[in-house]
């Protein structure tokens, strides 16, 4: 059951999906975030779950956590401004978010993990390899890649329209909740096999996030770019390439696996919204278990 609070203050249980227990922690000059875990093997690598933009990490993952249990710790952080992660006045940095991860991981002492990265997630793991390279064994990337708005024209119209929402906001302070319905048309929560109140639970976890902050997010989306340094990554690697993904194409997601030394590549027939299907956490697992095996 998940608890949520009605408009009225009233809390209210609404089935949602089953997810590991989640709990608050505070990470010292950053703030406090909310992290789901699982136990794992004494001698097993941590698997880190890093979710995507307008996602929480019990959103992006509730297909994946009972596909992990057993083998592997899991740790799935909510990102700051998503879900009920960080609240800062600072604007939304990706690199903030790597660091933000590499805290959680000192705080659990789970470390080195393999970073799993979806959409924006794949960035920040990214850049939690470049920033705090001994807290990564592995990586794994799905649906993502090293640079998500092709073409200068392009990154130009996103950004700028990211910049000129979030400005708006944080100016006025006007907007005080997500556009929930068009957010529901990006991510589907209609998955079979899944509790009918999947939803009123999903759009839950939205309504958690905070508006200015997902703005900005979008626009550090439109403006990254770590082509020049991809190809450094020297850790065990597996990429996960949605073949009909219409948000994140699917060749720039293979250039991502091609640029890293090593990486391998699994073929998964679906889109962008691929995490919310039956069946995902078995791609996850596979990748996980790949890069696993070739750990020092």
């Not at 992660?85 to 000192?106: M, V």
């Amino acid at each position: 059951m998940v608890e949520l609070i009605s408009d009225r203050g009233e809390p209210q249980a609404v089935a949602g999906p089953p997810l590991p227990l989640g709990e608050r922690i505070e990470l010292p000059g950053r703030g406090a975030t909310f992290v789901r875990c699982i136990a794992g093997p004494a001698d097993g690598p941590t698997v880190l779950l890093v979710h995507g933009w307008l996602a929480s990490g019990g959103l992006n993952w509730f297909q994946t956590f009972d596909d992990l249990r057993g083998s592997y710790g899991v740790v799935a952080p909510d990102l700051r401004g998503h879900g009920r992660g960080i609240r800062s006045r600072r604007r939304f940095r990706l690199a903030d978010c790597a660091d933000d991860l590499a805290a959680i991981i000192d705080h659990l002492q789970c470390g080195p993990v393999i970073a799993v990265g979806y959409s924006m997630g794949g960035p920040v793991a990214q850049l939690l390899w470049q920033r705090h390279r001994d807290k990564v064994a592995g990586l794994v990337f799905v649906a993502t890649s090293s640079s998500f708005v092709a073409g200068t024209r392009e990154r130009f119209i996103f950004t700028s329209a990211m910049a000129a929402a979030a400005g708006g906001t944080r100016a006025g302070q006007q907007v005080t909740r997500l556009p929930i319905r068009a957010i529901r048309e990006r991510i589907p929560t209609d998955a079979p096999g899944r509790p009918a109140s999947m939803g009123r639970w999903a759009a839950a976890e939205m309504r958690r996030h905070n508006a200015r902050t997902i703005l900005e997010a979008g626009q550090a989306v439109g403006n990254y770019n770590a082509r020049k340094w991809v190809g450094d990554i020297d850790v065990p690697t597996s990429c996960v390439v949605t073949t009909r993904d219409l948000a994140i194409r699917p060749a720039e997601q293979g250039r991502l696996a091609f640029a890293i030394p090593g990486a391998t590549v699994h073929r998964l027939e679906d889109g962008h919204a691929a995490c919310a299907r039956p069946g995902f956490g078995t791609f996850v697992r596979t990748a996980v278990d790949d890069v696993a095996g070739r750990l020092p």
